[in-house]
């Protein structure tokens, strides 16, 4: 199904973002990376694992992708395509909705974990609920010092720093988001064309 033109120039565009930030990036390696990131800044300071230049494309594209649950969020934009009619426990053995066909076994790297059963049949919640916890200068604040944290050898939880988000909240939130996004991705466009590339 096509990209929702019609419900605006604006939510188009936050739709494009979604499709062009798994594009990128992939299912499993935007996971990882959030979670590197995180724990650069709260543990271990400066973040090996990447150069600087990459770790500030991919807190753009995180920026862009909380932008654009805000845009979809706040113009109430649902695709039916995306929400599973079904209640209850998530059925794996329907492995369509969440996984693309061409990815044979390996349900358990795209199963997503970080979901309730009622965002993974709706992932619309769980924006809903992101955008509820932190406003969306808020968020984009916090993937900045996260990144200024990651980026230098500070630890983001001392004292002098100031921090007064929680960061096991701020985490499972951004996990949520991404598999929401993904859902959404997945169920509303042609995943046959698009190979997931990992960081």
């Known amino acids: 199904m096509p990209l929702l033109i019609s419900e605006g120039r604006e939510v188009y565009n936050a739709y494009a973002i979604v499709h062009d930030f798994f594009d990128a990036f992939g299912f499993a390696g935007a996971k ?7 724990t650069a800044a709260l543990k271990t300071g400066v973040c ?8 500030l494309f991919r807190t753009q594209k995180l920026c862009d992708l909380t932008n ?10 649902r695709n039916e395509a995306a929400i599973l009619l079904e209640h209850g426990m998530p059925d794996i053995s329907q ?7 061409h990815c044979k076994n390996e349900q358990w790297e795209y199963f997503p974990r970080h979901l309730s059963a009622a965002q993974y049949h709706d992932p619309y919640k769980a924006i809903h609920k992101f955008c509820n916890y932190l406003s969306e200068h808020q968020w984009v604040q916090v993937l ?6 990651a980026l230098s050898e500070g630890f983001i939880e001392t004292e002098e ?14 996990l949520q988001l991404i598999e929401a996004c993904w859902l959404i991705e997945l169920r509303i466009n042609n995943d046959e064309l698009r190979m997931p590339r990992l960081f």
């Open 32 to 38: 990882t990376e959030v979670e590197r990131l995180l």
């Open 48 to 55: 090996r694992k990447s150069t600087p230049s990459m770790i």
């Open 68 to 77: 654009a649950a805000f845009v979809i969020y706040n113009h109430r934009s």
């Open 95 to 101: 492995s369509q909705n969440y996984m693309p066909s």
């Open 144 to 149: 900045k010092d996260v990144t200024e944290y």
């Open 161 to 174: 720093s100031g921090w007064t988000y929680n960061l096991f909240t701020m985490k499972k939130r951004l």
